[in-house]
């Protein structure tokens, strides 16, 4: 006989409330249902518990399980995140040593620039930038090229000699030095800087 189910009748003809009944199948498939013994009780309660604790012990295998998945998971998630930064931070250090490199050659070598000396009038182009003149024999004139095509251009002018004789330097197309067609300056070892913005040219 296999007990299926135990469970509590009310007050009835010739039942006590609260006691508890079987319902059973015999070995030729018929249920029947009686007054369940302790002894039956207590087999069909430890079966229960059994049947429960296998259950959560399935459930709590399965969600190790699961759990164990995850943190793989992420291990090879932080490894890969561990081995992208550190390739990124190769790169960036070797951009870092090319750059200090590249510094310290320019710091080594220092920097270089054409120097031109001029002792006649001359219109200034992209060969001239730091300019020395000799005016000891005649007035000098320098051109200025035209300030809308050489924005940025800078060009550095200095009189060396010690006569009287003025250094000009003129703008071209209309434009101005500082808001005028023209500059000029006698003193031996004066200078000026002349820088164009894309429209006129500026002294600094």
């Known amino acids: 006989m296999t007990i299926v189910k135990i469970s509590e009748l009310t007050s009835s003809a010739g039942v006590s409330s609260g006691d ?14 009686r007054k369940a013994t302790a002894a039956q009780i207590s087999t069909y309660v430890n079966s ?51 750059a200090d490199s590249s510094i310290e050659a320019l710091l080594g070598t220092g920097l270089a620039t ?38 940025a251009r800078q060009y550095m002018i200095k009189k060396k000699d010690s006569s009287s004789n003025a250094v000009v330097v003129s703008a071209s197309n209309s434009q101005t030095i500082d808001g005028q067609a023209s500059t000029s300056f006698n003193t031996q070892y004066e200078a000026i800087m002349v820088v164009s913005d894309g429209s006129n040219w500026f002294i600094f």
């Open 114 to 151: 054409a120097v031109a000396t001029l002792s006649s009038n001359t219109t200034l182009d992209t060969s001239h930038h730091v300019i020395l003149v000799d005016a000891t024999s005649a007035e000098v004139t320098l051109t200025l090229p035209n300030a809308t095509t050489t924005s």
């Open 20 to 33: 508890l009944f079987i319902t059973a199948v015999s070995g030729a498939g018929g249920f029947s249902t």
């Open 48 to 98: 229960s518990v059994d049947s429960r604790i296998a259950s959560e012990e399935s459930t709590r295998s399965s969600s190790d399980s699961s759990l164990t998945s995850r943190l793989s998971s992420e291990e090879s998630t932080r490894s890969s995140s561990d081995s992208s930064l550190t390739s990124r931070l190769s790169s960036e250090e070797s951009a870092r040593v090319s």
